[in-house]
């Protein structure tokens, strides 16, 4: 078949037949999320009903009142704020860094470098979290936000993500700007780094997005309800004997908003990225 006869085929279509296969999964995953907004209006009468309300017959503001007189709630969303920001700086900066090394500079055991950085990608977090105890107790970090920022500074997957995309820029570009003088480090920040958006935007929503959903490390590392993050502190809006669903449900809406927010922004580079990042190893 010609692409030609398959265009006239599928003409009396104003999309692709995968549409019909496509919408259906999205409804499904875009379920949670519906349910989470619903109830997030609802009392906690309603949200314990049996069987449970799709649509409620009225909604009600009781769960972000709840949230919002909390008088830690803004502090612990700036310290989630400042924690997923810096940890993303970090990333970009020292992930640039390490991935032009690994992808341009030849050194004695490289290879092997690379290879043990990316086998620390299966170590379990609970094999580490306490040897990583230990080292920010020893640094004075335990109980601050310095705790949670330090371990996650640089990490392998955005070391190796940077270095799968340099791998696939021409060496000419970077060669053109030596020949007009600049040195290797400017040569990374102002020719390397333009052309590596759709990297950059992909290593910052994956670290946002694992930064700021974190609970099992700050839950750890943390101990003052003043420097809880955002997630840790949700968790005690559920107490052993009464939970505030509706505050719940509103809380966590509310901390949703600035992942969805950012992904949403940052689509197109990021899919972009990933396909690109798989062309040349």
Request: with cysteine.
């Amino acid at each position: 078949m010609t692409p030609v006869s398959g265009r006239k085929r599928r003409g009396w279509l104003p999309f692709s037949p995968w549409h019909f296969v496509l919408a259906p999964v999205a409804l499904v995953f875009g379920l949670p999320l519906l349910w989470l907004v619903l109830s997030s209006f609802m009392t906690n009468a309603q949200i314990n009903k049996f069987p449970p309300t799709i649509i409620p017959d009225s909604l009600h503001l009781d769960g972000y009142r709840y949230v919002l007189q909390n008088a830690l709630f803004p502090r612990w969303f700036l310290n989630s704020t400042i924690v997923a920001l810096v940890v993303v700086i970090g990333n970009l900066l020292f992930g640039i860094l390490g991935g032009y090394a690994f992808a341009r500079l030849r050194f004695g055991g490289s290879k092997l470098l690379l290879t043990l950085m990316l086998g620390t990608l299966v170590i379990p977090f609970q094999i580490t979290m306490i040897p990583t105890f230990l080292i920010m107790k020893k640094l004075g970090l335990v109980d601050t936000l310095g705790a949670l920022i330090v371990p996650s500074l640089v990490t392998p997957f955005a070391v190796f993500l940077f270095r799968q995309f340099f791998l696939s820029l021409p060496r000419e570009i970077e060669e053109a700007a030596w020949i007009d003088g600049c040195s290797r480090l400017r040569t990374i920040w102002h020719v390397v780094v333009p052309m590596a958006r759709p990297a950059l935007s992909t290593v910052a929503v994956l670290t946002f997005l694992t930064t700021w959903n974190d609970l099992a490390w700050p839950l750890i590392a943390i101990n003052d309800d003043h420097n809880y993050t955002l997630q840790l502190g949700l968790a005690t809006f559920q107490g052993q004997h009464r939970t505030q669903w509706s505050a719940v449900m509103a809380g966590n809406l509310i901390a949703v908003l600035p992942v969805l927010i950012a992904f949403l922004a940052a689509q197109r580079t990021f899919i972009q990225s990933l396909t690109s990042s798989a062309i040349k190893g």
